[in-house]
């Protein structure tokens, strides 16, 4: 019956502001949440506590990093812990809703802050837990890249070679390529590390998750092409 209870109920201040439009043709700027400040700052913050928003529906934690991907906004710190505490209720979510948020998550302006995000308040182990397994532990002895922040490199390289409109099949693989890592790593003699076949290994786990989230048949096809040929000299 209060625009001020509507706006309370929107997942984030930056989109709880409003107009309101007299008989007049009057025109009212509405921001009991301080939609403005929030929105000047580059902060994703909740209307109300980040508990109850999350609650009513576990989608936003996943829209929380897409904002930061698309805007490159930061996360206040209450709803990063927020997210943290709560990153299983996303499975409360169905696999549509949540593939359609990491499609614009990773078509956005910043995808490696995005996914970063994902990764640090593990919601990403609940929805693409292949990336941040990739975060190999490295001893003194036996020394390789980290293929975590390689992986995200890859994909930074990749929008910078966009000319024209994202990329998402490119996207996806550049992120994905070297998921088959961790479970190819063996330890060899003299301090060196191998991963054979994880091109191999690599396209077939992109192939369960992305059946599991829904994907397209061609979708499904071309990321796991790719990521099956990321060795292969291309000319």
Known sequence: ???????????????????RIGAD??????????????LLAGVMDTPSAPENSFNDDPLRMLRAARFVSQLGFTLHERVHRAIADMAP????????RVRAELDKLILGEFPIDGMNVMCETGLADFVLPEVPQMKLEIDEHHQHKDVYWHSLTVLKQAVDLEDGDPDLVLRWAALLHDIGKPDTKRNEP????????????????VRKRMRALK???QMVDDVSQLVFL???FHG
């Open 230 to 232: 990321h060795l292969r």
């Open 25 to 38: 043709g009057s025109q009212d700027f509405v921001d009991p949440l301080n939609g403005m400040n929030a």
């Open 89 to 96: 209720q996303i499975e409360r979510i169905t696999a549509e």
């Open 1 to 19: 019956t209060k625009l001020e209870d509507d706006l309370v109920r929107r997942d984030f201040t930056v989109n709880a502001m409003a107009v």
């Open 190 to 205: 003299g301090g060196g590390v191998s991963f054979h076949h994880h091109e191999v290994v690599g396209a077939k786990m």
């Open 215 to 217: 994907y397209s048949k």
